[in-house]
Structures are given as C-alpha cells and as structure tokens.
C-alpha cells in the first residue's frame, strides 16, 4: 500500500505541477494576440484491485487542450472581413465626398460664376472686357474639371498600389499558413497531441488574412486548413499555396485586376465582383462601383456643357459677321481594345447629335462581337445587355453611335467610356473675343404700318434644318439668311409667305396665335390679332455687333434640362453626383461603425470562452498550489508510514 500511496501522491504532484506550468502559460500570454486560453485534461489511473476491492492509483494528465470554440470563431471571421471592407470603402469615399462638397473647389461655383459671364456679354455684346471674361471663366470652369478629374485619377492610382499592397499580404499570409500547416501536421502526427500554440498562430494569420480577403475554411482530418477565394479557387491546399497576382486589366490597362497564377504558371483573370471582403474587397467595390460612377457621371456634365454650348453657339453670329465655331473643344468617347482581342477590328463611337448629349447615361459598356453579323452590347452600370444579331445599328444607343471596321473574330470586345474622360479633356477653343458668337444669323421686324396688335418674336435658329449644307453645323442652311415675307390675308386669318429662297408664292396658310412658323432654318411665333395687310419680316442680320441674342440663348442652358434625357440641367447633374457621394458616404460611415460593433460583440463573446481571464486564473493558481501541497503531504504521509514499518524489527 505504501507504494501504491507514493505512486498516487507522485501523480498528484505531476498534475498539480501540470497545471501550475500551463496556467503561467495562460497569465504569459495575456497580451499575445490570437492566443486561445488552455487547461489540463485530467483523468484517474486504471484502478487496482485488492482483496478488498479496487484501489485508485492516482491521476493522469491526458492533455493540454484549448477552450476554442469554432462556432464563434468562424463568426468573428466573417464579421471582421466585412467590416474590413466596410473600412477600406468608407476611407476611400470620404476623399470624394471631401472633394466634392468643398464649396469652394466644387463645380457649382465655376457653373455659376461661367454663365454669370455669359449673361454678362448677352446685356453687352460690344463689349471686348465682357467677351474677354467669358473666356477666362470657361476657363477656369475647365480646369476646375480638370482639376477634379486628376484628383480622382490619383484616387485610381491610390487603389492601384493598394491593390498590389493587398495582395502581396495575401500571398506572404497563405505562405505562412501553409508552413504552420506542415508543422501542425508534423507535430501531432509525432505524439498524436495538439499543437496548441501552433494552431493558435495559424488562427491568428487567418484572422489577418480575412482581413485583406474574406476566404473559405476547410478544416482536414489531418489537422490542416485548405483556403479557398473567389468562386473557389484555391489559395492554401495543405502545404502549398496559389499565388494572386495584380495585373493590368486587359479591358482597361488604367486598372489592375486580380489574376490567379495556375499550377502551370498560366494566368487566369479571377471575376472581379467575386472578389469579396476585406481590404482587397473594398477597394475593387470602391473603384468598380463608386470612383467610376463619379468620373463618369462628372464626365457627363463636362460634355453636356461643352456639347450643347458648342450647338447654341454656332447657331450664332461673332462680331465679324462670321458663323459661330465650336466655344470647346469636342470630345469623342473613348473605346478601348481588349488585349486578349485576336482580330484586326477598330470601333469608334461618336455623339452626332445634339439630343445625344441628353440621352448619355454616364455608364460604361462592353461591345462583343458574337461572329457573322451578330454584337452584344452591354451597359456596365446596370448589366443591361442590347442585342444585335445584324450588325449594329445607324442609331445612336443611349446617345453613342457605334460604327465596326471589318477584321473582328468572333470573341473580341471593346469597352466604350463616353464620358469618363471629358472633364480632363475640356478646354476652350476660343482665345479671340471677338469670336464669340452673341448675335442671331437673322432677326425679325414688324412693319411700321401695321394696323392690327400682332407681335413677332425673335427669329432664332431651328436646330435641324434640312436644307443645311453642313449638317453638323446647321445654321449653315442654304437658305437661312433669306428674306422672306409674311402677308396676312382679308379676312386676317391667314397668311402668306415669299421669298423662300426660290421666290415662289405660297398658298395661304391658317393663322393660329402663338404657333411655330418655321422656314428656312429659323423659327418665329407670331401673336395677337394681325390686321389685313400687316407684314413681317425675317431677313439677315446686319447688326451683329449690338446683338446679344444668341447670348441670351447661351445663358438660358444653364437652368435648362439637357441632360438625363431632358430631366435635369447642368447643375442639378452635378448636385446629383454630390448627393449621391453624400448619401452612399453616410451610409457606409453608419454600416461600417455598426459592423464594427457588431465585430467587437463577437469578439467579446468569444474572449469570454477562449480569453485568458486574470482572477480566474489567479484561482487556478491557488488550486494548484494546494493541490500541489496536498499531494506532497500525502508523500510525506507514506514516507512516515514506511518508516514506521521499517522500524518494527530493530
């Protein structure tokens, strides 16, 4: 019995020793990040039987295991990669936002103080000092694009570099969890025990790796993690790891796209919208959905501006009696050759009309040739697809005109950015005052000797005559600066016209108050109550110099709907743009502090089972000292009993 005594309180001590050693573990690692508090497993020896039944022998440690809970650490994986997304897109918006609500580097200021100076000249048109300011404030309304535009180019740049920063911390972390796999499985393959600490350090990676990019764990029978991204490719399979790799888009070279290095060195371009969580997520959400909307929709009013100036103004007349020429310069979508393309094809897009400017819907698009005659069209904002199965069409698709050289093969595709580089290519034209076109081509008198109280209005240019020698510059019709006559007949009910270029007599035409007359490439209302005989004339104007008409005309753009398919004018486009950064700011500002709440509750609930806690451990100190004490008592007990029985036979 003694023996067996000695034996049990020799346990006795291993356990308590056992559990003082791994309790400092516990205290030690306090502070070390990822680190899943530990206990000892406990079990009781196989008994020994006696005569007088089974005698216990002591305790055994089985193990030393973790309070880890897979559940709640799976939950704070995925609470943390969304809030890193959260993170990376909020950090990112905010510099939009700031740019854009700044009311001093804004665009609504230049818009104002811009047409402030065309009003200006339509109440001075002989004025050079007010000609002169007009230029210098489209001007400074184009570099205030430019300037907004190469802020979000750096934005664009930013990302890219961050891009390739996430992703060489993705690959250096799927290599460090690889090699914690190999070591994991060594370990426990060894004595068949967890490797606590080593399992500790791997979560730990995983954690930070979620962070970059949200992944899918698969725990193996062995021990290992298997890592999947996207729709699944493979990024830790054991102890091997796949490569990411930041390359350049081959839709947009301005862009880098995440790409997936194959076992055999191929590349294969991963589906970016898959790509999701972490850092790495956000920053393909922000660029892909937010910085290319701005420049986009930014874009649009630079060329609404630019587009329907240039067609108000060469409608009319600058002070030396010449035709008005294009205030800015004309941008043309862009369109973009994918490199992957194997045929010979060149597309160009084009805005023909000046209702195209209203119907830009600011998204990008994708062209694809399908082969024979057959294209597919898809609008990116909205994934709207236009199917075309012969050829494509002479009319313009939400504005653009799309127009295939031969030498596609079947596959190619081309991305087609209307408005995405307007604001950076805006600039006026015009450095002569004396070229800007403030009067009207023609003007309209009414007889001194008119009897009735019949009124006519301004002549202006009608916008598409069909006589024009140059369509894209229509008051250049063949008969725009002819006088013609209108006569009103007896009873004044109706009228005649001449002199339409051809000197021919019309017959007479129903006279209704306040309806368009239109001849020539100009346009006029008439109103009132014209006595029998009256006339009106519309003829050249001689006297462009005093004229500020076409300027009025200029002026009335800025409150006019020109764009969003005649819904919204130049500001009220750019107002959209600001509250729609504003509203998609604030939203991410409340989701990401929620998420981060949310992220710090689960963390929480976690640590209270897999956190070391100091007084519970300071507990467990004391019971393992005593228990320690116990046990060594217990020897001494044994030890005092086999004295005694040694000593019986001196």
């Not at 196989?46 to 022998?57: D, L």
């Not at 007896?490 to 306040?514: F, K, M």
Request: hydrophobic content about 35%.
């Amino acid at each position: 019995m003694p023996a067996s005594i000695f034996g049990s309180g020799l346990s006795g001590l291993n356990a308590a020793q056992m559990g003082l050693a791994t309790t400092e573990h516990n205290i030690a690692n306090l502070n070390t990040p990822g680190y899943t508090r530990q206990r000892t497993e406990q079990a009781a020896r196989v008994p020994e039987f006696y005569y007088s039944g089974y005698i216990g022998k002591g305790v055994d440690i089985q193990t030393v295991k973790r309070v880890y809970s897979e559940f709640l650490d799976r939950q704070v994986l995925q609470e943390q990669t969304v809030a890193s997304q959260l993170d990376s897109h909020y950090a990112q918006i905010r510099q939009i936002d700031n740019m854009l609500a700044d009311p001093n580097s804004g665009m609504a200021p230049a818009i104002q103080e811009f047409f402030s100076a065309v009003n200006n000249v339509s109440n001075s048109p002989e004025s050079d000092a007010t000609r002169q300011a007009l230029i210098n404030a489209g001007n400074a309304l184009a570099s205030r694009f430019q300037a907004m535009h190469q802020r979000l180019d750096e934005l664009s740049n930013g990302v890219n570099s961050q891009i390739t920063n996430s992703v060489t911390n993705i690959n250096s972390f799927a290599k460090q969890i690889a090699t914690l796999n190999h070591n994991i499985v060594v370990a426990e393959a060894a004595n068949g025990k967890p490797a606590n600490d080593l399992r500790d350090q791997r979560d730990q990676l995983v954690r930070d790796l979620n962070k970059q990019i949200r992944t899918t764990v698969v725990q193996q029978s062995d021990g290992s993690f298997n890592l999947f991204v996207g729709t699944g490719q493979s990024l830790v399979v054991g102890n091997t790891t796949h490569v990411l790799k930041a390359v350049q888009s081959p839709a947009d070279p301005s862009k880098l796209d995440i790409a997936y290095i194959n076992p055999d060195s191929t590349t294969n371009i991963l589906q970016q919208n898959a790509i999701q969580g972490g850092e790495l997520g956000g920053l393909l959400e922000f660029r892909d959905k937010t910085l290319t909307k701005t420049q986009n929709a930014l874009g649009r009013v630079a060329m609404g501006i630019a587009g329907s100036f240039n067609e108000q103004h060469k409608f009319g007349l600058d002070m030396n009696g010449e035709l008005g020429v294009d205030f800015f310069n004309r941008q043309e979508p862009e369109v973009i050759e994918n490199s992957f393309n194997k045929g010979k094809a060149t597309v160009t897009a084009s805005i023909a009309e000046a209702e195209d400017y209203s119907s830009l819907s600011g998204s990008d698009y994708e062209l694809k040739y399908n082969g024979g005659t057959s294209y597919t069209l898809t609008r990116l904002a909205d994934n709207k697809v236009f199917e075309f199965p012969d050829c494509l069409p002479s009319a313009p698709i939400d504005g653009i005109t799309l127009s295939v050289s031969d030498g596609a093969v079947a596959g190619d595709r081309f991305k087609i950015r209307p408005t995405a580089n307007a604001s950076r290519d805006i600039e006026v034209k015009i450095s002569d005052p004396a070229k800007i076109a403030a009067a009207q081509p023609v003007r309209s008198i009414a007889s001194l000797k008119n009897m009735g109280s019949g009124k006519i209005s301004d002549a202006t240019v009608a916008r598409y005559p069909t006589t024009a020698i140059d369509p894209t510059h229509p008051a250049t019709d063949a008969y725009l600066q002819h006088p013609v006559l209108i006569t009103f007949n007896d009873p004044p009910d109706s009228y005649n016209v001449s002199g339409l270029g051809i000197d021919a007599q019309e017959e007479p035409i129903a006279y209704t108050p306040g309806e368009e007359i239109s001849y020539n490439g100009w346009k006029v209302k008439i109103t009132g109550k014209p006595a029998a005989g009256d006339t009106f004339m519309v003829s050249a104007n001689t006297n462009a110099t005093a004229d500020g008409r076409n300027a009025l005309q200029l002026a009335s753009l800025q409150t006019a709907n020109t764009l969003a398919g005649g819904t919204t004018s130049y500001q009220g486009a750019y107002s959209q743009i600001v509250s729609d950064i504003g509203n998609k700011t604030r939203e991410l500002e409340v989701t990401s502090k929620a998420q981060s709440s949310m992220v710090e509750q689960t963390e929480q609930t976690q640590q209270s089972i897999s956190g070391v806690n100091m007084d519970e451990e300071a507990a467990n100190l004391m019971r393992y000292q005593r228990a320690y004490q116990a046990s060594g008592k217990a020897l001494q007990v044994a030890n005092t009993m086999f004295d005694t029985i040694l000593g019986i036979g001196r």
